[in-house]
């Protein structure tokens, strides 16, 4: 009997393809090309599964063209780049890898506020820049972490440990807004309380958003969100790009309507808005969150993991769907 065919869309550890290898025969992309929407359904068209890194579009018409495609497994907690409707409509599981990344994107999360709050950034170009000749009492200074008010948009797993590291580490008093409340135990053991999204812009003196992208979450916070916060407080974003409205965000930057942002997620990445490229409070990275070696290696031996299972016959570890019953065509 042959074994399923899969494609791996993008470059990832050599390892993982190897596991793979044993089990499927795999078409993969070590030189990491970027394949358009229609190479990738060209090279799907002839494939059983698919191993995808989250910038790979899955939607109605790639699904058209793919008739024997099974499963997508994504290698990413968030699954945006998925028309979930579309695949259960066609009988494609689709999958995710949640857990793995969690720790480690909080771990992210808090750093970058650190370094929003404290001008990092700001700081380290003026010296690099040979700026630095004297000393001032306000020169670079920012904001308090310890004690300050933190507000959680989003409180899942990763905000969840957002929450931890600033009540149990900072002595932070955390609140949060999320679409459903904690439990009365989660809520204890994060130190959180529960508010309403503009109350906790209004009070909070560090915003962070983990919140999934979805058309209900696009521009969560844009120019009226802004104007809500104090004009001291940082904003956080290590969620996705589109929660944000990032020409709002840059104007309100500018204007120091609010303090600062720290940004490892934008709008039309990998582009990155031009104007938050020309103010100097705000810190960006290019979405690394989740970028160490071990969790990366657990990422993609979770996505290896959902193919796996599927094809042996004991199902997904991690489903975001549930398709429609039936076996597409050959």
């Known amino acids: ?112 506020l650190m370094a929003t709050a404290r001008r990092m950034a700001e700081s380290e170009h003026y010296l690099r820049a040979g700026k630095w000749t004297t000393w001032r009492y306000d020169m670079f200074a920012g904001s308090d972490i310890h004690g300050s008010t933190l507000g959680i948009i989003g409180m899942g797993r990763i905000g969840q440990g957002v929450a931890k590291r600033g009540a149990h580490g900072f002595g932070m008093n955390v609140v949060y807004h999320n679409r459903s409340r904690l439990s009365p135990a989660l809520e204890a053991e994060c130190k959180a309380r529960y508010v309403e999204k503009d109350e906790l812009l209004r009070t909070a003196d560090h915003v962070v958003l983990v919140l999934p992208y979805t058309p209900a979450s696009h521009h969560t916070i844009a120019a009226a969100e802004l104007a809500l916060m104090k004009p001291t407080a940082t904003l956080i974003n290590i969620a996705r790009g589109g929660i944000v409205d990032d020409a709002a965000l840059a104007i309100a930057l500018r204007e120091r309507r609010i303090a600062a942002a720290g940004l490892d997620v934008f709008e039309g990445e990998p582009t990155v808005h031009p104007d938050l490229l020309t103010v100097p409070n705000v810190v960006l990275t290019p979405h690394i969150a989740s970028a160490t070696v071990p969790t990366r290696l657990a990422m993609a031996n979770l996505a290896a993991d959902n193919l796996i299972a599927f094809f042996d016959g004991r199902g997904p570890l991690t489903p975001v769907n549930q398709p429609v019953a039936g076996v597409r065509a050959r």
Do not use: C
């Not at 899955?58 to 695949?87: S, T």
């Open 1 to 112: 009997m042959s074994k399923p065919r899969i494609l791996v869309a993008r470059a990832i550890f050599p390892e993982v393809v190897a596991r793979l290898a044993q089990h499927f025969e795999v078409e993969s992309n070590p030189d990491d090309v970027i394949w358009s929407p229609q190479e990738l359904a060209a090279r799907l068209a002839d494939k059983d599964g698919a191993f995808t890194t989250g910038s790979q579009r899955i939607d109605a018409a790639l699904l058209a063209a793919a008739p024997r495609l099974k499963i997508v497994a994504n290698m990413a907690v968030g699954y945006n780049n998925f028309d979930v409707d579309a695949m259960t409509a066609a009988s494609v599981q689709g999958t995710n890898t949640p857990d793995v990344l969690t720790e480690t994107t909080a771990d992210f999360g808090f750093a970058l």
